[in-house]
């Protein structure tokens, strides 16, 4: 199976061709299709492997296939090496899959951008990076990886890099571009020190072994496995944009509307999800790492949930909601229910990415305008998007048999099962707030009165590249979920969890590790799915009420509840503290401690007093000699006389 | 084959000096082409060592030996190792592209700095290759003297203040050094082999030191080594001698000069004090990680690019300073690949700021902005230096670090992952100084006139540029190839250090 390693070179060749014969090629279709086909190889290669490994059997389904050795020096080594199992070749087929979607969509958005062969490279670089990242078979290719998407994800939010950009306490797209890398490189920072330990530990940091030797290796509930996996969710929480490191996904909307679906909404921020997936062995092992997954999730997907409904942007509604479906895989991993949350990873990939797409065919449409208040009324011009739009909007709200209806049933489910009702409960909650705002959006957005200047825009319909991804998006987000129908569904149906049974060798030994919840509580979930999808239809209802003819009514409420509008608006006001308590005095210290005062007047102090006296000694031997570097002579000479000295004394004596 | 091109890489650029001192002043074109043929010819010198290396030993190759002054047991002895055939290699490298960023911005006394320069390499080439503590005491002392110059004659307004600067600093530790040389052979003598300047012999004799006096001479290198390198608290010179010297001076000193001070920890303190290196890992490592933070941090609030660019230096050279004090395998070979990676990255990054300093005469952030409009090649190539600078795995910066960290975290010697994990913050920090800086520079819009119409790279400076953007990106990828060569005499030193640590 060594092809498969063809999977990860295709979109770096595709890179290369596209970013150093991309400004002379001049021509977008050709660029576009060369970036297009590369993804679109990859996706085929994946295919081919992915029916490889159905027809192993099911206990061998993890190849891996060397490349090279890439650092080895005393006892540590590393290779380049990708391990394709059941695991990682899911991810990547969502991630070339969705991929070459939205890099055909881009044809279309970034038609007649001056930037457009460079867009198309980061694009390549980044499905590169994101493939290293999920199939690498140790943690420093998926380190590489990770930082990899950080980098193209830094190139794309800043992508128009000579533009405003109006975010909390930023001015300039490159602004939102370093607050991203630099708030994931204090995940990163956990990252780094959990390969440490791990290394301490097990001595490598392959997968395969440490995976298979952790429950010898480290003791279950202590401090060693605790530490490691504290510190690996620390970069999950930086990636997956968590609590409290979530501050950077909102203001990363500053990039191309492609590059938010692509890959702040579908792929590189589920790589905390896959992590997590990747060493559910050792999470397993720590409670204590779990309670906090599950409460950090949870918490998020509430609190985002929250802030969504009060965004005027389109596209930050849809940020913020990423960050609270985020926050539900990491819940459903805490409670662990592994599969649940990377069917939700899936199923969130394709409406997460439809709904993205749909919003930047809105702009395209609209000329750029943003402001959903600025909108309504656009269903008429807008036909295609609209539906599409429409039933994306369903998915994410939970409608039942459509594909989030399936995944985010199932980590409620897991969250009462395994959990507790109170968690049950919050995510019930969240999953109204969904609902809420994205009918919210939906309504704004594409019905009621038109609230945009008719004289100035003419909204239209965008091409057809633009929009055949959409409707092949719609189809997954219709029946992608038939890929994980729950049990208590699929019983009655003879329908069978595909994407459990397929996963389950992954996370079998994870899941022996935790405490087993048998039983039959056919009639629990039973009520518990019709509670949350009444609430879902609540939410959509109220939000209907609310928002159906324009802004009125909402204004109202807003004006009622000035405090919490102004709260949820400002998002917690959680920038304005970090700026305050954390950026400001390192900056200050930094300033006016370190190098006012210590480098300047101490140290430099010290130093040139100790100058003015040689200087001084110098003025006076100017005067026999004719220049500064006789100085040195001089003192070469003392130096001379002192070694001869030192050496013909011990002799004579 | 192996000796001569040894012999030629040492003695070409002192060929090319004398060379040039027979060519008319007035002749600019011929003094600069020759220097810079002189330099192309003793890289491609250079590069003949690598088939005639054998990586598999641990031992010094190429050796020769000649009496010089024979009552002191000093002779001419070169040869080389891994460590300092890299050293070498980076040295010989870096001469070419330092006389390629002279050529337009150095206009007076043409004649004399290119000789200066030469001599410059030869005196670092000689520290690389000496295998004889009065040789290198000569080599090191040569080095200083091109170098005060070209800051004092050829550098910016306050330029006289930061040579002397440089020249105290450095001459306060190699009194020290010298002092130090002497009392080494002179133990040498009371260990029964009689005075020498043999590094060979007195390597034998080191560890039989008593610990009292090996404390004092560990002491005495150590402090002269720390100025170069420079060791918080050590380090107010760099940037007053960066940003007074010209470029070419800037990148020499970066990719060059402060190597000079880690090699001889190595060398030196590590291969002839293994015990004193036991016993004051740990201090020297809480200044390393000082010097990680302190660097980073000062960095992130300069207004002058070359000054934040030289702050950047200090907390990188922590990361080295910490690696060889891990005193491990994994710690000592990331050492030793980020000195080169140090060598290439900030040496690129100062070439970059000389390519805008060249177009403006200011070296202000605040008067930049909006630079990838006018200039975006320069822009893609400043973006590689600055993410290798930030550490980015699958660029060579990402390497060292990592391996210094993984050493200094599991050094039994340093017993403790404290070092390691400060440290790892300067990653963030990293991050946060230069991204910041390259946010002010080049992105946003161009609304100062006076950079409405930079022009992008000249064919010069492109060339200069590309050959380290593709290194940064081959060491990233496939360190292997250049870290192989240093791994028998890394694990030499550390197994020597070992050894004394289970007595």
Redesign the interface.
């Known amino acids: 199976m060594n092809y498969a390693a063809l999977i990860p070179l295709f979109p770096l060749i595709g890179f290369v061709i596209v970013a150093f014969f991309g400004k002379r090629l001049k021509n977008e279709k050709l660029i576009g299709g060369i970036a297009s086909t590369a993804i679109l190889a990859s996706f085929v290669t994946a295919v081919m492997v992915f029916v490889g490994l159905t027809n192993r059997p099911e206990d061998d389904r993890s190849v891996i296939v060397h490349v ?9 080594s590393v290779d380049v090496a990708y391990q394709f199992d059941q695991l990682s070749i899911l991810f990547t087929l969502i991630i070339t899959g969705i991929g070459f979607l939205i890099h055909v969509y881009s044809i279309g958005y970034m038609h007649g951008d001056a930037g457009f062969p460079r867009f198309f490279a980061y694009l390549n670089l980044f499905v590169f990076m994101m493939l290293n990242l999920v199939l690498a078979s140790n943690f ?1 290719l998926t ?2 990886g ?3 998407v950080g ?1 193209a994800s ?1 190139l794309l939010i ?1 992508f128009w ?2 533009r405003k950009f109006e975010g909390t306490r930023i001015t ?4 939102a ?2 607050k991203a ?2 708030v994931n ?2 995940g ?2 956990g990252v ?2 959990a390969m ?1 330990m791990l ?2 530990q097990f001595g490598t940091l392959d997968y395969a072994t440490i995976n298979a030797q952790a429950p010898g290796v480290l003791t279950a509930g202590g401090t060693a496995v605790t530490l490691i996996t504290l510190l690996l969710f620390l970069g999950c929480a930086g990636k997956s944009a968590q609590i409290p490191l979530g501050v950077w996904l909102p203001d990363a909307m500053a990039g191309p509307t492609p590059v938010s679906a692509l890959i702040h909404a579908a792929t590189m921020v589920t790589s905390g999800i896959f992590l997590i997936a990747r060493t559910n062995v050792l999470f397993a092992m720590s409670p204590t790492t779990m309670a906090v997954v599950t409460g950090v999730g949870i918490t998020t997907a509430l609190i985002a949930g929250t802030i969504g409904i009060a965004q005027r942007d389109i596209k930050k509604v849809l940020a913020y909601s990423t960050v609270s479906q985020l926050g539900f895989m990491f819940a459903a991993l805490g409670v662990g229910a592994f599969t649940a949350g990377v069917f939700h990873v899936m199923t969130h990939a394709f409406f997460k990415a439809l709904l993205f797409l749909g919003a930047g065919s809105v702009i395209h449409g609209m000329h750029h305008e943003q402001d959903i208040m600025k909108m309504g009324g656009l269903r008429k011009y807008m036909p295609i998007t609209y539906r599409t739009f429409f039933i994306g909007t369903l998915a994410i709200s939970g409608i039942p048999f459509l594909s989030g209806f399936f995944s985010k049933d199932e980590i409620l489910w897991f969250a009462f099962l395994n959990g507790s009702p109170v968690l049950w409960g919050i995510g019930a909650v969240a999953a109204f707030t969904t609902a809420f705002y994205m009918w919210r959006v939906l309504s704004l957005t594409f019905n009621g009165t038109e609230r945009f200047d008719h004289h100035h825009l003419h909204p239209h319909e965008s091409p057809a590249t633009m929009t055949i991804p959409l409707i092949v998006l719609a189809v997954l987000s219709v029946f992608g979920g038939l890929l994980g129908v729950p049990h208590v569904i699929g019983h009655a149906l003879h329908f069978p969890n595909l994407l459990e049974h397929w996963l389950e060798p992954v996370f079998a030994t994870g899941m022996s590790m935790l405490t087993a919840h048998g039983g039959d509580h056919t009639s629990t979930e039973v009520i518990l799915m019709t509670a949350s999808t009444v609430l879902a239809i609540l939410g959509i209802l109220l939000a209907r009420r609310i928002y159906a003819n324009g802004l009125e009514t909402a204004s109202g409420i807003a004006a009622r509840f000035t405090g919490v509008y102004q709260l949820l608006l400002n998002k917690y006001y959680v920038d304005e503290v970090y700026q305050m308590f954390i950026a400001g005095p ?2 200050a ?3 006016d401690a ?2 006012k005062i ?2 300047v007047i101490v ?2 102090g010290a ?1 040139n007093g ?2 003015r006296i ?2 001084a000694s110098a003025t006076a031997l100017r005067k026999i000699q004719s220049g ?2 006789q100085n ?1 002579a001089l ?2 000479m003392a ?1 001379i006389v ?2 001869v000295a ?2 013909v004394i ?1 002799m004579l004596r | 084959m192996g000796v001569i091109a040894l012999l030629a890489t040492l003695f070409v650029p002192l060929a090319g000096a004398m060379i040039l001192l027979f060519i008319d002043r007035n002749q600019e074109k011929a003094i600069k082409v020759t220097a810079l043929v002189i330099t192309v010819a003793t890289f491609l010198t250079s590069l003949l060592l690598l088939p005639a290396f054998d990586a598999s030993t641990a031992s010094m190759q190429f050796v020769i030996d000649m009496p010089w002054i024979t009552s002191l047991d000093a002779g001419f002895r070169v040869g080389l190792d891994g460590t300092s055939l890299l050293m070498v290699l980076l040295t010989t490298l870096i001469m070419p592209i330092a006389m390629l960023t002279s050529l337009n911005p150095i206009k007076k006394s043409i004649k004399e700095y290119y000789v200066l320069m030469l001599i410059l390499q030869f005196g670092m080439v000689g520290v690389f290759m000496a295998l004889d503590t009065f040789l290198f005491y000569v080599f090191w002392e040569l080095i200083l003297i091109p170098m005060y110059f070209i800051i004092g004659i050829w550098g910016g307004k306050d330029r006289i203040y930061a040579a002397m600067k440089f020249f105290l600093y450095t001459l306060a530790g190699s009194l020290l050094m010298l002092i130090a040389i002497i009392w080494l052979g002179l133990a040498a003598k009371t260990a029964g082999i009689g005075f020498t300047a043999d590094l060979m012999k007195l390597r034998m004799i080191g560890p039989a030191i008593p610990m009292d006096i090996q404390k004092w001479l560990f002491l005495a290198f150590g402090l002269s080594f720390f100025i170069k390198v420079p060791l918080f608290p050590l380090h107010t010179w760099l940037p007053d001698a960066h940003v007074q010297a010209p470029t070419a001076g800037s990148v020499i000193l970066a990719a060059v000069l402060l190597k000079l001070g880690t090699y001889g920890l190595i060398r030196f303190n590590l291969e002839l004090f293994p015990q004193a290196s036991i016993e004051f890992a740990g201090a020297i490592s809480v200044l390393a990680v000082i010097g990680i933070i302190y660097g980073a941090l000062v960095a992130m609030v300069q207004t002058d690019i070359k000054k934040l660019v030289a702050y950047s230096s200090v907390s990188h050279l922590g990361f080295v300073v910490l690696g060889i004090f891990s005193l491990t395998v994994e710690g000592v070979q990331g050492a030793v690949i980020q000195m080169v990676n140090h060598g290439i990255s900030t040496g690129m990054l100062f070439l970059c700021v000389g390519v805008l300093y060249e177009r403006r005469h200011t070296r202000e952030i605040s008067e930049y902005g909006g630079i990838t409009n006018v200039m975006p090649r320069f822009a893609v190539l400043f973006a590689i230096a600055m993410f290798a600078s930030v550490g980015l795995p699958g660029l060579n910066g990402f390497v060292g670090e990592f391996l210094t960290l993984l050493g200094a975290f599991r050094s039994p010697f340093l017993g403790s992952w404290t070092y390691a994990v400060i440290s790892a913050t300067g990653v963030i920090f990293a991050a946060v100084y230069l991204l910041w800086m390259y946010q002010r520079v080049m992105f946003g819009t161009n609304d100062n006139p006076k950079n409405k119409h930079l022009p992008d790279l000249t064919k010069n400076e492109y060339w200069q540029l590309v050959p380290l953007a593709i290194l940064i990106i081959w060491i990233g990828v496939a360190p292997r190839t250049l870290m192989n060569l240093s791994e028998q005499s890394v694990r030499a030193v550390v197994s020597k250090v070992e050894h004394f640590h289970a007595h």
């Open positions: 090279y050795s890439w650092i080895a020096t005393g006892s540590f420093l380190f590489l990770w930082e990899g980098l830094y800043g890099y000579d300039w797209t490159g602004d571009a370093m890398f630099v490189r204090i990163d920072f780094l020190l440490f290394f301490n390192i900056l210290l930094s300033r370190m190098w210590v480098d140290i430099d130093v100790s100058a040689v200087g500064v570097a040195y003192i070469m130096g002192v070694l030192m050496v011990p």
